[in-house]
């Protein structure tokens, strides 16, 4: 079982940045793909961002690709979404997730934290 918190949402104005952080128990950290989804809103929950264990592949969704990027510290049992040039259409619910099978094309989610917010007022 894998439980993961997310941290580091909130209000921020068009243009600024921030960096999301989640925080993962269990010994298998490494082991585990992670990624980021978002959720606006009224739509349907969307893929963002994911890393494989060691970190060395990633994919981020073409929607933030330049904007965002997506990283972890295995040491520190932790996954991290920098956001910049934030746009009022990236306010969304963001949603942290581990897939067991370490895959990054076809991530499939086995563990969803609770959400963290992110606010961007133009």
């Known amino acids: 079982q894998v439980q993961l918190v997310e941290s580091g949402g909130g209000l921020v104005q068009a243009g600024g940045s921030l960096r999301l952080s989640c925080a993962a128990s269990?010994?298998?950290?490494?082991?585990?793909?992670m990624g980021w989804f978002r959720q606006a809103p009224g739509k349907e929950r969307e893929f963002v961002a994911a890393?494989?264990?060691?970190?060395?592949?990633?994919r981020i969704a073409d929607s933030v690709k330049g904007r965002f990027t997506i990283s972890r510290d295995n040491a520190k049992n932790t996954v991290f979404l920098q956001m910049n040039s934030l746009k009022p259409e990236d306010t969304a619910v963001y949603y942290c997730?581990?897939?067991?099978?370490?895959?990054?094309?076809?991530?499939?989610?086995?563990?969803w934290g609770q959400g963290t917010q992110v606010t961007v007022s133009s």
């Open positions: 997730a581990a897939d067991p099978r370490n895959k990054v094309v076809g991530f499939i989610t086995a563990y």
């Open positions: 269990g010994r298998t950290f490494s082991t585990h793909a």
């Open positions: 890393i494989s264990g060691s970190g060395t592949s990633t």
